[in-house]
């Protein structure tokens, strides 16, 4: 049988990853591997080459996976095997999908795009290689890169996982406005790789070369390890003016690029319209205060904001906008703490509501912007579910006097219902992802809009001399980002006139330009590096992505039009859309197409709780040829990711068994992505000693019950302050300098002692945090028989001296990795303190959940047996 392993290439504007397994480590060399990027005028266009051989004695199957940037647009992609050029071939995705359904009728596999983080998506393809021979994959993509907070980044993850002969980094950055900062950064750079890296930067010119030696990657020079492996980041801006910006023309294109500089910051009216749903409970609710309470830090005192939270009721914190002012953004803050998740999803109401407190809102700033910021993390359940006719009526509320932000939390959102709305309303849509970093997410959306300094921007050129523009008129523009129009010129002009019209906080604003055609195109001239078309695909890069996001907007007829044209200009410049694919064909023995598929954000799914099991069966059940003859093992289905529908070879997945029983103990391994369910026994002690950590000053202790196998009270000890809280089924009782506290858990309340917060949500948990802690927070569960689920949040604080049944897994737990032991895959062995315990993957219920009919796949301990 032929030996397989997993080369990968993974790039964000150059992200590149090796990975394979230990037995066939190194079979497949890596002796060049480059990523060559241009950067012209924001615009990047980059080459990623790797030339890999097979130094085993027999033919291996090699996997050529790329990540790169949801924005970017593939362009070229091709394998040159013995001198032989393999290309891809970009085509009408209808046409390519019947190609591609003609070779899988033929028994020949499909190669996928799909989408692989919040940036990221994957293109994969694979090649059976020959023993001794050469193969040599060349990828090619564009994008526009965008300017953020004041910055362009281009982040480059390198992770090789072996010692690379030729590694080169090329970047070239041309920027005829004048390059105003240049900075590099690296999370694995040592003072040996440091000398590897140069970086050259004139006015207008940069030049960044990372090129270390075999002995510069090495970890020791004793061993064959490699350093490279994290990011690597280009970070610039350019110079501006307070002009009516910079236009570029090269053969009768041009770009125009916008961004003032020292503009007076337009006052905010802000609603935040926030889901307190059952779904958000948890950690989606921690998350959303946490950012909530910096936000509200960054309000400037001439802002006026309010809170609308709802479930199947919306509630308005106050009946009107309040001014920014230290007392009123204290007194939302302490609103904000006690914000907890229960009931249905009322969307609609919601949003009416708020349209309605703007539309009504008196003594506002005369000359200010006023914004509705939604956050939710499902689909209406409460009141008008249709989600047509919510889009539709909010959108005739709105009346265009409003922007309207829709950020969904997690992936039980619809996305395409999300992203309707808000660019019908002049907003954008956002994903947030369920990471340990989603209140940053949070934040870092708000400081993206945080700072609005034009309004009403209208862009114009000649009409009679300029075709095929881009989008000239804009709602908003926010500081640190930037305008771009493009367009053709369309007869001989001498100048090219620009005049900008807009307002600012304090008047009306209008610049205007003219740009010398012949001295703009001179700019360019005899610049090596440069790739000359540029302007003309930045353009059809520009064009495309607007009229695919207006398609989302539009009714079918025009969403139809506006389709056909964006396909058109997709197989004019050979770009991969959402509209077009690219078909690969290869030599396996005989000759297999494979195809690659545009994805989008509106059908971005939830990653698989296990993809490694999955990607390895398919991996093993492809190699054996297995796919027609044993169709109980395998199967042909379809899939979709963001709206494009693609083929693919998967094996049929088990239904995972329902749960019938709650764990006792239920825990996240720190640093992994491993939950365990423990299970002790202690009856016959008086509690049990949980958790210890003496520079935490916390301890915590419990008592199983007498009848059911699970916990009946946790008593919660803290050094500083001194307090002592004892949580039952009954009621939660603190005590602190020699006063005693009890919270009952028929209703919500929330109480501070001397920073240690304390907070009951009714009949369903209580949280226990103080600053830069580890948070305890303890569910009560009443059905099927009472108890108290145990669990903690923000365990990065635990110290190394944690102790105790539970706290020696936050420090002294690891899951061995012993390939001489034969094990079940649903088997493995966790070393605690020294001691081997026997993991079992098994699927319990999740008290941590607001609804406990989705299983939690853990690995179940038994500390008694």
């Given at each position: 049988m032929e030996d397989r392993m997993l080369l990968s290439l993974m790039v964000f504007s150059s992200l590149i990853v090796l990975a394979e397994t230990s037995a066939q480590k190194h079979a497949f060399e890596i002796y060049s591997l480059r990523v060559d990027s241009k950067v012209t005028s924001r615009f990047a266009h980059t080459v990623i080459t790797s030339k890999v051989v097979n130094r085993a004695n027999e033919s291996r199957e090699a996997t050529f996976e790329v990540e790169l940037p949801k924005t970017a647009f593939i362009t070229n992609f091709s394998m040159s095997i013995d001198g032989k050029v393999y290309p891809g071939i970009i085509k009408e995705k209808a046409s390519a999908q019947k190609e591609y359904d003609a070779a899988v009728s033929h028994g020949q596999s499909a190669g996928l795009v799909k989408i692989t983080g919040r940036k990221l998506e994957q293109f994969q393809v694979s090649v059976n290689i020959a023993a001794g021979s050469k193969v040599t994959f060349e990828l090619t993509y564009e994008e526009l890169l965008k300017r953020q907070l004041g910055k362009f980044e281009l982040l480059i993850k390198v992770q090789p996982k072996q010692l690379v002969k030729h590694f080169q980094i090329d970047v070239h950055i041309f920027e005829p406005q004048g390059i105003r900062f240049l900075e590099t950064d690296s999370t694995f750079m040592t003072n040996e790789l440091s000398q590897a890296l140069t970086k050259v930067q004139s006015e207008t010119k940069a030049h960044i070369l990372f090129k270390p030696t075999v002995d510069q990657q090495r970890v020791k020079p004793e061993l064959d390890e490699t350093l490279l492996n994290g990011d690597f980041i280009v970070r610039y801006d350019v110079e501006r003016g307070a002009t009516a910006g910079d236009i570029q023309i090269v053969n009768g294109y041009f770009v125009h690029y916008f961004a003032p500089v020292e503009m007076p910051v337009f006052p905010k009216n802000v609603i935040f319209v926030i889901d307190r749903s059952g779904s958000m409970a948890g950690r989606k609710i921690e998350q959303t205060r946490d950012a909530l309470l910096k936000i509200l830090q960054d309000l400037r005192p001439e802002d006026h904001f309010s809170f609308i939270t709802f479930n199947s009721k919306v509630v308005e914190w106050k009946s009107s906008l309040l001014q920014a002012t230290a007392e009123n953004v204290a007194s939302a803050t302490g609103f904000v703490q006690t914000l907890s998740a229960s009931g249905g999803t009322d969307i609609s109401q919601a949003l009416l509501t708020a349209v309605g407190m703007l539309d009504k809102a008196e003594e506002l700033p005369e000359r200010s912007v006023s914004m509705i910021i939604l956050l939710t993390d499902g689909q209406p359940t409460s009141g008008e579910n249709n989600v047509e006719v919510i889009q539709e009526s909010i959108q005739k509320a709105i009346k265009g006097k409003y922007a309207l932000f829709c950020l969904g939390f997690?992936?039980?959102?619809?996305?395409?219902?999300?992203?309707?709305?808000?660019?019908?309303?002049?907003?954008?849509?956002?994903?947030?992802?369920?990471?340990?970093?989603?209140?940053?997410?949070?934040?870092g959306f708000y400081h993206e809009v945080a700072t609005p300094i034009l309004m009403k921007i209208e862009m114009q050129y000649p009409e009679n001399a300029v075709e095929g523009l881009t989008k000239n008129n804009f709602k908003l523009f926010f500081e640190g980002s930037e305008i771009i129009v493009s367009g053709k010129i369309s007869n001989e002009l001498d100048l090219l006139p620009?005049?900008?019209?807009?307002?600012?906080?304090?008047?009306?604003?209008?610049?205007?330009?003219?740009?010398?055609?012949?001295?703009?195109?001179?700019?360019?001239?005899?610049?090596?590096?440069?790739?000359?078309?540029?302007?003309?695909?930045?353009?059809?890069?520009?064009?495309?992505?607007?009229?695919?996001?207006?398609?989302?907007?539009?009714?079918?007829?025009?969403?139809?039009?506006?389709?056909?044209?964006?396909?058109?200009?997709?197989?004019?410049?050979?770009?991969?859309?959402?509209?077009?694919?690219?078909?690969?064909?290869?030599?396996?023995?005989?000759?297999?197409?494979?195809?690659?598929?545009?994805?989008?954000?509106?059908?971005?799914?939830?990653?698989?709780?296990?993809?490694?099991?999955?990607?390895?069966?398919?991996?093993?059940?492809?190699?054996?040829?297995?796919?027609?003859?044993?169709?109980?093992?395998?199967?042909?289905?379809?899939?979709?990711?963001?709206?494009?529908?693609?083929?693919?070879?998967?094996?049929?997945?088990?239904?995972?068994?329902?749960?019938?029983?709650?764990?006792?103990?239920?825990?996240?391994?720190?640093?992994?992505?491993?939950?365990?369910?423990?299970?002790?026994?202690?009856?016959?002690?008086?509690?049990?000693?949980?958790?210890?950590?003496?520079?935490?000053?916390?301890?915590?202790?419990?008592?199983?019950?007498?009848?059911?196998?699970?916990?009946?009270?946790?008593?919660?000890?803290?050094?500083?302050?001194?307090?002592?809280?004892?949580?039952?089924?009954?009621?939660?009782?603190?005590?602190?300098?020699?006063?005693?506290?009890?919270?009952?858990?028929?209703?919500?309340?929330?109480?501070?002692?001397?920073?240690?917060?304390?907070?009951?949500?009714?009949?369903?948990?209580?949280?226990?945090?103080?600053?830069?802690?580890?948070?305890?927070?303890?569910?009560?569960?009443?059905?099927?028989?009472?108890?108290?689920?145990?669990?903690?949040?923000?365990?990065?604080?635990?110290?190394?001296?944690?102790?105790?049944?539970?706290?020696?897994?936050?420090?002294?737990?690891?899951?061995?990795?012993?390939?001489?032991?034969?094990?079940?895959?649903?088997?493995?062995?966790?070393?605690?303190?020294?001691?081997?315990?026997?993991?079992?993957?098994?699927?319990?219920?999740?008290?941590?959940?607001?609804?406990?009919?989705?299983?939690?796949?853990?690995?179940?301990?038994?500390?008694?047996?």
């Open positions: 997690g992936f039980d959102v619809s996305y395409k219902f999300l992203e309707k709305m808000s660019l019908s309303n002049g907003g954008i849509a956002r994903r947030i992802y369920e990471n340990a970093d989603a209140a940053l997410q949070l934040q620009v005049e900008i019209k807009a307002q600012t906080h304090t008047s009306d604003l209008t610049l205007k330009e003219e740009a010398n055609v012949k001295e703009k195109e001179q700019i360019f001239q005899n610049q090596s590096y440069i790739f000359g078309d540029f302007i003309e695909r930045l353009w059809a890069y520009l064009t495309i992505q607007q009229l695919l996001e207006k398609s989302v907007s539009a009714q079918e007829e025009d969403q139809k039009a506006l389709e056909a044209e964006a396909l058109k200009l997709s197989l004019q410049y050979s770009f991969v859309t959402p509209l077009t694919s690219m078909v690969v064909t290869k030599p396996v023995g005989h000759q297999q197409t494979e195809i690659a598929n545009k994805p989008t954000e509106a059908e971005n799914k939830k990653p698989s709780s296990s993809p490694t099991r999955d990607v390895s069966r398919q991996r093993s059940a492809r190699l054996r040829g297995q796919w027609r003859h044993e169709p109980e093992s395998g199967s042909i289905r379809k899939l979709s990711f963001k709206g494009v529908s693609f083929v693919r070879l998967i094996e049929k997945m088990r239904t995972p068994p329902l749960a019938n029983e709650y764990p006792q103990l239920l825990l996240q391994l720190p640093k992994q992505n491993e939950i365990i369910c423990l299970s002790t026994d202690g009856k016959t002690q008086p509690s049990v000693h949980l958790l210890s950590d003496p520079e935490q000053g916390l301890t915590v202790t419990g008592k199983l019950g007498d009848r059911e196998n699970h916990f009946e009270w946790f008593e919660i000890t803290y050094m500083n302050p001194p307090a002592q809280i004892h949580i039952s089924m009954d009621e939660i009782t603190i005590s602190h300098n020699n006063e005693t506290t009890r919270l009952p858990w028929k209703e919500s309340a929330t109480s501070t002692i001397q920073g240690l917060q304390v907070s009951v949500e009714k009949e369903r948990s209580f949280t226990a945090s103080l600053s830069d802690t580890v948070t305890v927070k303890i569910s009560l569960i009443k059905s099927p028989y009472g108890f108290l689920g145990l669990y903690f949040l923000n365990t990065n604080h635990f110290s190394d001296k944690v102790s105790g049944v539970l706290g020696q897994f936050y420090s002294k737990a690891q899951f061995e990795n012993n390939p001489s032991i034969n094990q079940r895959a649903d088997e493995r062995l966790l070393s605690i303190s020294g001691s081997e315990h026997k993991a079992t993957r098994q699927y319990k219920k999740d008290y941590r959940l607001e609804s406990t009919s989705d299983p939690v796949s853990c690995w179940s301990i038994d500390l008694a047996s």
